[in-house]
Structure formats: structure tokens, C-alpha cells
């Protein structure tokens, strides 16, 4: 009779992989990073503005990153939660169950973080003016009305909460359909507050005008 392997000298089995996911998030930051290092005052001198450094340029970098990468996911799920989940019977329009809106409430709430964050940040960035400027009397509300992008942060953050705030207490399909074009808004503000052939979002409508200007001259 053969004996029997005991327990003690199996091999234990490898643990499980662990999610990629965290990872996946490295590339696209390390990228940035290298990008904004080597681009230097290239992003701000054609637009004649000042170099704020390299350390508020990476900081207000690599929030922007977190927000549109949070704000992108957080429609991701509303999106699929509204059209793609499967739901039969008379209970369809009830949403919310399982935790379904789980993944938008926290990604919301990130992205709300980082869009109060980024009205200070860009405040600066935008002016051309360092982080240290944000400490002196009067600066921050002089900055965040010189330029649009800080205020488009500001609607961007009530529109990022008013969406967490949704996800936690979203019962009916009917708020999932309010607060896409909420998330949506809150996605594409950012982009079109710029100005005309300043940076590569352009405001469409500006754009618009400029062509028609000069296509069709008064």
C-alpha cells in the first residue's frame, strides 16, 4: 500500500495575481511626467506666459490626470448602469441594487477632491505663477478670475459632488438619466473654456466664428 503525501509537504499553491489595474496607471503617469519635463516652458511661451517651474507644472499635471481619469470612469458607470445592465421584470427602473452605483460614488468623490485642488493648482498654472504665489494676500482670488480654467474647475467639483451625491442615493432609473448630462458637463468643461488657438482644446464655438469670420468677411 502506498503511502499517503502528508499535508505538510504539498506544495502550497500560488496566490492569486494580483489586479493589473493599479499598474495599467503607471504608463499613463510616467508618460506624463517625462512629457511634462521635457516639453519645459514650451507649453506656456508660445501662449505668452511665464514658466511657473517645473513643480506646480507637474503638480497641476498630474491632477489633471486624476481628474480625467476618475470623471471618465465615473461616466463609465453611469453610462453602463443606464443602458448595458440587463434588467427585466417590474422592478427595471429600480437601480442601485448590489452596489451597482458603488464605483461611481468613489470615483466621483476623487474627482471632486481633485477639482477643489486643481482650482488652486491651475489658478497659478494658468497665470503662469508658481504655487508659492498662492500664499500672499489677495492672490488666490485675483488668479482664479484672470483665467477660465480655474472657474471651469469650480462648477466641475459641485457638478463631481452633486454626482456622488446621486450615486449614493440614486433608487430610480429616472436620476441615472438626470445625472449623465450632470457627469457629462462636468467631463467637457474643462476642454472648452480656452481660448481660440490657445493649446490643443479649442473653444469649438470660438473656432467656429473665427472660420466664419474669414470665409464669409462682413
Known amino acids: 500500500m502506498e503511502a499517503q503525501p502528508s499535508s505538510a509537504g504539498t506544495a502550497q499553491e500560488p496566490s492569486a495575481a494580483r489586479p493589473a489595474a493599479p499598474y495599467a496607471l503607471l504608463l499613463p503617469l510616467l508618460v506624463l511626467v517625462v512629457g511634462v519635463v521635457l516639453l519645459g516652458d514650451g507649453g506656456y511661451t508660445p501662449v505668452h506666459l511665464s514658466s511657473p517651474g517645473l513643480p506646480t507644472a507637474l503638480t497641476s499635471a498630474v491632477l489633471q490626470l486624476a481628474a480625467y481619469l476618475s470623471s471618465a470612469y465615473a461616466l463609465g458607470v453611469w453610462l453602463t448602469v443606464a443602458f448595458l445592465r440587463v434588467r427585466r421584470g417590474g ?17 466621483s468623490l476623487q474627482w471632486g477632491v481633485t477639482a477643489v485642488a486643481l482650482v488652486f493648482v491651475d489658478s497659478a498654472d494658468a497665470s503662469g505663477q508658481g504655487l508659492d504665489t498662492l500664499g500672499r494676500d489677495g492672490a488666490v482670488g485675483y488668479l482664479a478670475q484672470a483665467a477660465y480654467l480655474p472657474r471651469a474647475w469650480m462648477v466641475v467639483a459641485v457638478l463631481a459632488f452633486v454626482s456622488a451625491a446621486m450615486a449614493l442615493l440614486a433608487a430610480k432609473w429616472e436620476i441615472v438619466a438626470f445625472a449623465l ?8 468643461a474643462p476642454a472648452l473654456v480656452t481660448q481660440v488657438l490657445v493649446g490643443p482644446n479649442h473653444d469649438f464655438g470660438g473656432d467656429a466664428a473665427m472660420f466664419a469670420s474669414r470665409r464669409w468677411p462682413a
Open 181 to 188: 448630462p450632470t457627469v457629462l458637463v462636468g467631463v467637457l
Open 91 to 107: 422592478n427595471r427602473l429600480a437601480v442601485g441594487r448590489d452596489q451597482e452605483l458603488q464605483p461611481a460614488l468613489w470615483a
